[in-house]
């Protein structure tokens, strides 16, 4: 069995994401990682050089910002690494620049894959998320965040990123991607117990409202991001619906980021901004696990 991981990143290191702890922290279950780096000026390209592991290989990119409509540029760097994991891989495994994975999982995921190999029924394996907000000691499971996503697929189909690569689908051929994406098939998935540590709301508040700007400009029709509107006031983490306690272990690859936290957050739950009709869903989820009304880009088998 054969597997290849990839990931992208633009400028990471800069906005505090944990790229380098990502990669490291799946390394030891691929025998391959592409790492596709888009044009940096941070020292992000250098920092996956320094790692020195004949795994990793990387791609150069210059992002199209063109395609920033919709967050269009993720999915077509995450394309790129599809693109170049190699032809025998049986697998490939995706990681964000702000996900990790726990060591104590990575044993599940390489069964998960063992076992379904040659199960024609299963196109690939979904992960549950811990999201992570305002530093390492909250997480935030609400109807504002996704609870699983796909982030193993086998190869053996054109499997594409979805829109702006928080998921992927399969297609029949390159032109029915490019002509409509709704066409894919969404993937056919076993969900296993080894969630994605996602630290995408966990940095300096400063950094997260730049990265917050520089981010939204991906979406709100490719608008240029001026200096001068770079946002100056600190991100407000209590802003947020609801949080609760993380009492587990982090990765070790995090270990480095978690003692260099130079801010302080403590949540303040009275100031939850939750809507009424989501406190309902929210509290109906936690009695009997259920999540109605929640879009899936997948399709879970038992």
């Known amino acids: 069995m054969k597997v290849s991981g990839f990931t992208y990143f ?9 790229c380098i702890a990502a990669i490291k922290s799946v390394l030891s279950i691929v025998d391959e990682m592409i790492v596709v780096i888009g044009d940096s000026n941070d020292g992000s390209r250098e920092a996956v050089e320094a790692l020195n592991d004949p795994k990793i290989k990387i791609i150069d990119t210059v992002w199209d910002m063109d395609l920033r409509i919709g967050g269009k540029v ?23 620049a702000d996900e990790v994975i726990h060591e104590d999982d990575l044993p599940k995921i390489k069964e998960a894959m063992e076992v379904n190999l040659n199960n024609q029924k299963i196109d690939g394996i979904a992960l ?3 999201h992570f907000y305002g530093n390492y000691n909250y997480y935030r ?3 504002r965040t996704h609870p699983i996503e796909v982030r193993l697929f086998k190869t053996n189909n054109l499997v594409r990123s979805y829109r702006d690569s928080q998921g992927f689908r399969i297609y029949k051929s390159l032109e029915q991607y490019n002509e409509n994406q709704k066409k894919g098939s969404k993937l056919k998935v076993k969900l296993i117990d ?13 950094v ?3 990265k917050g700007s520089i981010f939204r400009s991906f979406y709100d029709n490719g608008t240029e991001i001026k200096r001068e509107e770079i946002v100056k006031i600190p991100f407000n983490f209590n802003e947020v619906d609801e949080l609760t306690k993380f009492n587990g ?5 995090m270990s480095s980021h978690i003692k260099k936290m130079d801010w302080k957050f403590e949540y303040d739950p009275s100031k939850s901004n939750t809507k009424l009709k989501d406190k309902f869903l929210n509290k109906l989820e936690k009695k009997t696990g259920l999540r109605p009304f929640d879009y899936k880009n997948y399709k879970i088998v038992k």
């Not at 760097?77 to 891989?89: E, T």
């Not at 080894?194 to 400063?206: C, E, G, K, Q, W």
């Not at 272990?249 to 690859?253: A, C, R």
């Open 194 to 206: 080894a969630p994605i540590y996602h630290y995408s709301f966990v940095r300096n508040p400063m």
């Open 141 to 143: 499971h609400t109807r």
């Open 10 to 18: 633009r400028n990471a290191i800069a906005l505090q994401y944990p």
């Open 249 to 253: 272990t982090h990765p070790e690859v």
């Open 74 to 96: 993720f999915a077509q760097q995450s394309n790129i690494g599809i693109d170049n994991i190699s032809k025998d891989a049986d697998w490939a495994l995706h990681i964000q």
């Open 208 to 210: 997260m409202a730049k």
């Open 128 to 130: 549950p998320f811990l």
